[in-house]
């Protein structure tokens, strides 16, 4: 029983609950991300050189006559370099990064600007303790006397 309750506290940890729902929201992210490179850059950059989508960019090292599509020469089971993938995913990888790094850095202007806060805000005065309170009333109930 104890391990179970050792992994119950673990698990509803803050941070742990954090780092979980920000792997959900990252994959997201990353699938988005991955859709703008592949269905929008990709194409764009490969109709400057006048072909299909550049994600799609192979070299066939196989004999005989080349297939005219990265499916095809996969099928085919011929060696090749599939190096229009290999640069989609460098370009995804180069944005995710980029954007994490920006998240990072507002994020930690975000906690400096509220540590600043803090520090410039007078700090309220300290409450008065009971015994100084009560020698107090006793003061003003011997005065008016």
């Known amino acids: 029983m104890g391990l179970i309750k050792e992994f119950k506290e673990f698990a ?3 941070n742990v ?8 929201i990252g994959g997201a992210f ?3 991300v991955n859709s703008m490179v ?4 990709m194409p764009i950059v490969g109709s400057f050189g006048g072909k299909g ?3 799609q960019e192979f070299i066939y090292l196989g004999t005989g006559e080349r297939p ?3 499916e095809l020469v996969e099928k085919s089971g011929e060696p090749y370099i599939a190096w229009g993938p290999f640069a989609q995913a460098t370009i995804d990888f180069l944005i995710m990064a980029f954007s994490i790094f920006i998240i990072i850095k507002l994020m930690n202007k975000a906690t400096e600007l509220t540590k600043l806060r803090k520090e410039a805000a007078p700090a309220a005065p300290p409450a008065t303790p009971e015994d100084v309170l009560l020698l107090r009333e006793i003061r003003d109930a011997l005065k008016s006397r």
């Open 53 to 55: 989508s550049f994600g």
């Open 17 to 24: 609950v954090d780092m979980a729902v920000g792997v959900i």
């Open 68 to 70: 005219k599509t990265l």
């Open 12 to 14: 509803m940890k803050g």
């Open 30 to 32: 990353g699938k988005i």
């Open 38 to 41: 592949k269905d929008i850059m």
